[in-house]
């Protein structure tokens, strides 16, 4: 069975930087898309970021551009969310997920990432990331 767990959250002062790791375990998949997204206190959950394996193109919520990266090592199965100027806005519970149905390009050509989160086929447990002012 498939299995995505999620690292790396933890508190971190405003301006401060984080970096998650979300690791994959028994996944064999050739063409997929990973992505991230969080749910806030009382909020719905969101797209943050994603990025396809076939050509490593990249997607961002307009929120985090210019402050979060994300990265893939193939080799490691696991995808990496590097968090810089962090905000206290961003305190959430940050979720990875996989698609690998709907071609790895779909969910990263898509405008906003939210109209792909209900598609996704697999989903870590979360880690929580908590900035203070």
């Known amino acids: 069975e498939v299995q995505l767990v999620e690292s790396g959250g933890g508190l971190v002062q405003a301006g401060g930087s984080l970096r998650l790791s979300c690791a994959a375990s028994k996944f064999t998949f050739d063409d997929y898309a990973i992505g991230w997204f969080r749910q806030a206190p009382g909020k719905e959950r969101e797209g943050v970021s994603c990025?396809?394996?076939?050509?490593?193109?990249?997607s961002y919520a307009d929120s985090v551009k210019g402050r979060f990266t994300i990265s893939n090592d193939k080799a490691n199965n696991s995808v990496y969310l590097q968090m810089n100027g962090l905000k206290v806005e961003d305190t959430a519970v940050y979720y990875c997920a996989a698609d690998t149905r709907r071609g790895s390009r779909f969910l990263c050509g898509l405008p906003y990432l939210n109209y792909g989160m209900y598609g996704m086929d697999y989903w870590g447990k979360g880690t929580l990331v908590a900035v203070s002012s």
């Open positions: 990025i396809s394996s076939s050509d490593g193109s990249t």
